[in-house]
Nanobody, 122 residues
Framework: QVQLVESGGGLVQAGGSLRLSCAAS????????MGWFRQAPGKEREFVAA????????FYADSIKGRFTISRDNAKNTVYLQMSRLNPEDTAVYYC???????????????WGQGTQVTVSS
């Protein structure tokens, strides 16, 4: 089992950037595919980005493609989400999640962090 703790959220003006981090503990980090999801007020949680166990494959939601970059450092047990050109529609609680197993996918994530708030002002 893995424990996940997100950090790096905050308030930023439209057009600005933030980098979220997610630190993992409790289990071998490199066996998990990692993902970022977000939930805006009154909306369902949605997929943002995912990265495979070794970092060689990534996948992004269309809404953030070209603006956000997911990466991971398996030596530091950490996954990152670099967000740029933020707009108010990116305001949400951002969660990182871990998916065990061989298949790299954007669903069936078993372990979740507590989330970090990102607020983008116009």
């Amino acid at each position: 089992q893995v424990q996940l703790v997100e950090s790096g959220g905050g308030l930023v003006q439209a057009g600005g950037s933030l980098r979220l981090s997610c630190a993992a503990s409790g289990s071998a980090f490199s066996i998990y595919h990692m993902g970022w999801f977000r939930q805006a007020p009154g909306k369902e949680r949605e997929f943002v980005a995912a990265i495979s166990r070794g970092g060689g494959s990534t996948f992004y939601a269309d809404s953030i493609k070209g603006r956000f970059t997911i990466s991971r450092d398996n030596a530091k047990n950490t996954v990152y989400l670099q967000m740029s050109r933020l707009n108010p529609e990116d305001t949400a609680v951002y969660y990182c999640a871990a998916r065990p197993g061989i298949v790299f996918a954007i669903y069936d994530y078993d372990y979740w962090g507590q989330g970090t708030q990102v607020t983008v002002s116009s």
